[in-house]
């Protein structure tokens, strides 16, 4: 049998998105945005990774959990500012509800869900009232 050293990158668009639609967009959008490959990054800026994010963990028992720091840091930094315009869907949890936000201006917003939000932070974010 002949060997052939087929990589990754030689394959088609066409089968790069059917192997990457296979993962959690938010997985193929932290290792694969912003890498020194045009074709990728053209790639993994397409609607299908970028329209809804997921900015929260569910544990096995449902309570809902803010994903780790270095990982919103890098959302926050890299990805965000330059995918705003695809994002139509944000589920965050309070923790990192603030900082996610103000990270970019989402102009195709139109779904917002939050988790883990009490009267402090509802009047603290919404009201423009203090809790007292």
């Given at each position: 049998m002949n060997q052939s050293n087929v990589r990754f990158l030689d394959l088609p668009d066409e089968l790069l998105l059917i192997i990457l639609n296979k993962l959690h967009n938010m997985d193929?959008?932290?290792?694969?945005?912003?890498?020194?490959?045009q074709r990728l990054h053209k790639i993994v800026k397409e609607k299908t990774f970028t329209n809804t994010l997921t900015f929260v963990l569910t544990t096995?028992?449902?309570?809902?959990?803010?994903i780790g720091d270095l990982i919103t840091d890098r959302f926050c930094i890299n990805v965000l500012p330059n995918i705003d315009y695809n994002i139509k869907s944000l589920i965050l949890e309070s923790q990192s509800m603030e900082?996610?936000?103000?990270?970019?201006n989402y102009p195709n917003l139109t779904?917002?869900?939050?988790?883990?939000v009490n009267d402090h932070i509802v009047s603290r974010h919404f009201t423009g009232?203090?809790?007292q």
């Open positions: 193929v959008l932290y290792s694969l945005f912003d890498v020194d490959n096995i028992t449902g309570n809902v959990l803010s900082r996610i936000l103000l990270a970019a779904e917002l869900k939050l988790y883990n009232k203090k809790y």
